[in-house]
């Protein structure tokens, strides 16, 4: 153990952690606002900046290091504190944030935005972290469920927040706006939060693990992304490659003295638990929400905003039962709260694998809303349950690790189903007579096939065949989504029964106390 990090005495006072609190949520919020409110402002970005064949890279190198960068945020806030992890990533997502607005080509924007995603993979899972330090497990289920909504709030008020800004400052305001609010969160919580700890003389840093993961994630990342676009034998090559690294990342983790995943955490079963729910739960609500406002805008027909409004029900029941899931874990326990919202998920995913041509909006808004409660239900349980089943010198690396096998369950959700829709999309339009044929060889820029003036140029029977066979193809990824719900939902039994406080490490009964704090 590197460090002992102690939260504040019993003398300071409540308002201390209050404002500690408020600044890790503005940094979490901001972090959460940037993946959504950048979408908006792409097309003017194209438009001033040029590039429009790198036009995915500027989302993708995001993703990637902000992917890839989790765990090691997590690791280095058991090993040198969490208050330098948190203002080191804090300064990479700021100084990355300035930079992308100020880029003058596409290539500086990919590099900046590369910088940025390098410290957002901080935000999240080492604020939750320090959090963790500072409540007790009661408080935690009060508190820890807000945190979880805000990325709910950022998907509804990101989209919105870059279109305004576009329009009416300019598309670099999008990433500007992250100044003053990061400064403002890095203010706060330098000002108010102090931490203790014993410092290790000699840090051994695990650099060939951190290599070997970046190498494996690129080439995941490679495959999901592009795989489907590249010769077949480069994308096994590339296939193989990935697995040599992580093969290789594992071997090195086994050995290290400081391994960024210490493989030994998952004989802890709540752990693995939550793990594997992490990884199958984000194939399918990731997966769901980057498909379901396609169907609405191409089968149902309605313009890309009023798509995109069908998240709208699945973020604020996310947001809601997030609330309620946390409040819920003292009374009946992590397991059946769990598994209460696995099978309302379970429902309806199982609902959405059975869209037609002919499924209306209400019914697809009936859906998102159990989906939103399932997930809300259950991401933030299993998020407290897997802090409290570790010591505290491993808080910072079991919360990154949900985090992480959640976004890359997501990455490999949304590539697979959108391989899986290409296939049949492509099966339907070469089978669907000759206008449609034509079609079928140009059918990967989707955004050509839900044009009206594509659809305007196609007689009326072709034009109905064509949206038949869009939700042919979408309603495959929603059969996925299902199949990956139930495997999360499968996850969900492993965990461990019985009442909170009963399945806490030993250590974390120690420290209660130490929280030391008067009730919120």
């Known amino acids: ?93 700021i100084l990355g944030s300035g930079l992308s607005g100020a880029a003058h080509s596409m290539p500086q924007l990919i590099v900046f935005r590369t910088i940025q995603g390098l410290g957002a993979g901080a935000l999240f899972p080492v604020g939750m972290t320090i959090a963790a330090d500072l409540l007790s497990l009661e408080r935690r289920t009060k508190l820890v469920g807000v945190f979880s909504g805000m990325w709910g709030v950022a998907s509804l008020f990101g989209p919105l927040a870059g279109g305004y ?17 990061g ?11 102090t931490e203790r700890y014993e410092r290790k003389k ?18 995941l990342l490679f495959v999901v992304e592009k795989g ?35 493989l030994d955490l998952f004989r ?59 409040r819920s874990i003292l009374r009946f326990g992590y397991r059946r709260v769990a598994i209460v919202g696995m099978a309302i998920m379970l429902i ?39 802090q409290h089943a570790v010591e505290r010198s491993r808080l910072g690396v079991a919360t990154s690790m949900i985090q992480f096998a959640r976004t890359i369950g997501a990455v490999i959700g949304i590539g697979a189903m959108g391989a899986l829709m290409s296939w049949q999309l492509n099966y339907a339009l070469a089978r669907g007579g000759s206008e449609l044929a034509s079609l079928a060889n140009g059918h990967g820029d989707i955004a050509a096939l839900v044009r009206e003036s594509t659809r305007a140029a196609l007689s009326p029977a072709a034009a109905e065949a064509l949206r038949q066979a869009l939700a042919g193809s979408l309603r495959l990824t929603f ?22 406080h009963e399945l806490a490490h030993p250590e974390q009964h120690a420290s209660e106390p130490q929280a030391g704090l008067t009730e919120l």
């Open 268 to 326: 802890n079963r709540m752990v693995t638990a939550a793990t594997l729910h992490g990884v199958f739960a984000g194939m399918a609500l990731l997966g769901v929400m980057a498909f379901l406002p396609l169907f609405v805008q191409a089968v149902i027909g309605t313009t890309a905003t009023q798509a995109g409004g069908i998240l709208t029900p699945f973020i604020l029941t996310w947001t809601a039962f997030s609330i309620l899931g946390s």
């Open 202 to 219: 000699n840090i051994t840093l695990d650099y060939a693990g951190a290599l070997t993961l970046a190498g494996g994630l690129t080439l």
């Open 165 to 181: 800004l576009t329009d009416h400052l300019s598309w670099r305001w999008v990433f500007y706006i992250n100044l003053p609010v």
């Open 348 to 386: 309806g995913t199982g609902l959405l694998a059975q869209v037609t041509a002919q499924t209306g909006r209400p019914q697809l808004v009936l859906d998102v809303m159990l989906m939103g409660m399932g997930g809300g239900l259950t991401f933030v349980t299993l998020l407290i349950a897997s």
């Open 1 to 93: 153990m590197n460090e002992t990090v102690k939260a504040n005495p019993a003398s300071e006072l409540n308002w201390r952690t209050v404002i500690i609190l408020l600044g890790i949520a503005l940094g979490i919020f901001m972090g959460a606002l940037e993946s959504t409110v950048v979408g908006t402002a792409m097309p003017t970005v194209i438009a001033s900046l040029g590039g429009i064949e790198a036009y995915s890279w500027v989302f993708a190198v995001y993703i990637l290091a902000t992917t890839i960068m989790t765990p090691i945020w997590g690791k280095m806030a058991d090993l040198i504190g969490r208050r330098p992890a948190f203002f080191g990533g804090l300064a990479l997502f």
């Open 183 to 193: 400064l403002a969160s890095g203010i706060v919580v330098w000002a108010a939060y």
């Open 479 to 500: 059969i996925y989504a299902f199949v990956a719900t139930a495997a999360a939902a499968i996850a969900s039994f492993f965990i461990p029964g019985g009442r909170a």
């Open 228 to 262: 489907a676009e590249q010769p077949l034998m480069m994308t096994l090559a590339t296939a193989v490659g990935c697995l040599a690294m992580l093969v290789a990342f594992v071997i090195i983790e086994r050995r290290s003295v400081e391994p960024i995943v210490p």
